[in-house]
């Protein structure tokens, strides 16, 4: 057995035991522990990671640690030019070739249809279990979120990300700021029952369908070719609005723009 020092920096530490944040403490290691292991022994999953330096140098998670190895760890760098160092393979802001699909558990229903709302490929169902969810993210190369750590630590999970937010528009916000998705967002594109892609259709096509308030006030419509649903403008589409507004804005002042 070895023994190792670990620092976490930033939001890393809301991981870890009040004692253990902002500061460096030593752990023993199991013999031939890579640092992977020891990292989510420790508390944090290995998909919020962005960068390990052991001994001042840049490391990937499977380096086996040695007696005294000083460990750090940090998240994503969105703004820290680290282009010289090897960091380990996740999911980060402006790195995506397409917008990120994704699939949520059981917990993130709310930020399951407010991602759809935004025009994000998000797969959710109040009976997904852990395996089921690991299997798509690995068979069609989505991102994985949830607030549950240990199946982020899973071995097979390659993105993913934990929410710190408990109320979903925190949590559509605080992943719309982590991954840099205002570039991507396409409101309004996708059912929020279906995930499918809607279509516009003309007003006198889905008049039946239509409540007595709504065929007088709107004229612009689409429609979901699997469940039939008719959207309009509403107040789902103001409170969505707003809310992007919102969003978008917070990004820019942290980019340092103007809001």
């Excluded at 199946?151 to 992943?175: D, N, S, T, W």
């Excluded at 006198?204 to 469940?227: I, Q, Y």
């Excluded at 309009?232 to 990004?251: E, F, I, Y």
Aim: aromatic content about 8%.
């Amino acid at each position: 057995m070895v023994t190792a020092t670990f620092r976490f920096y930033d939001e890393l530490g809301d991981f870890l035991p009040r004692e253990r944040r902002g500061r460096d403490f030593s752990s023993p290691c199991a013999r031939a522990a890579t640092v992977k292991h020891m990292v989510e022994a420790l508390g944090v999953p290995h998909t919020e990671v962005g960068l390990i330096l052991v001994d001042g140098e840049s490391s990937g998670f499977e380096r086996l640690l040695e007696e005294g190895d000083r460990v750090a760890v940090y998240p994503a760098f969105s703004t820290l030019d680290v282009t010289a160092l090897t960091r380990v393979p996740r999911l980060s802001p402006g790195e995506q070739q397409a917008p990120p699909r994704f699939v949520a558990d059981a917990h993130l229903g709310g930020l399951a249809r407010l991602l759809r709302m935004a025009g994000f490929d998000t797969l959710y169902d109040n009976h997904y279990g852990d395996d089921e969810i690991v299997a798509i993210a690995a068979d069609e190369d989505r991102v994985v979120l949830t607030r549950d750590r240990e199946l982020l630590k899973r071995r097979a999970v390659v993105q993913g990300c934990y929410l710190h937010a408990i109320k979903p528009a925190e949590q559509f916000r605080e992943l719309y700021d982590r991954l840099a998705l205002a570039a991507s967002a396409r409101p309004f594109s996708l059912c929020l029952h279906c995930n499918l892609a809607l279509r516009a259709v003309d007003k006198a096509f889905v008049l039946d369908a239509l409540p007595p308030s709504v065929r007088e006030l709107h004229d612009e419509f689409h429609t979901c070719d699997a469940c039939r649903r008719v959207f309009w403008k509403g107040s789902h589409h103001k409170r969505m609005c707003a809310l992007l507004d919102a969003v978008a804005g917070a990004a820019r002042v942290t980019e340092g723009g103007a809001a």
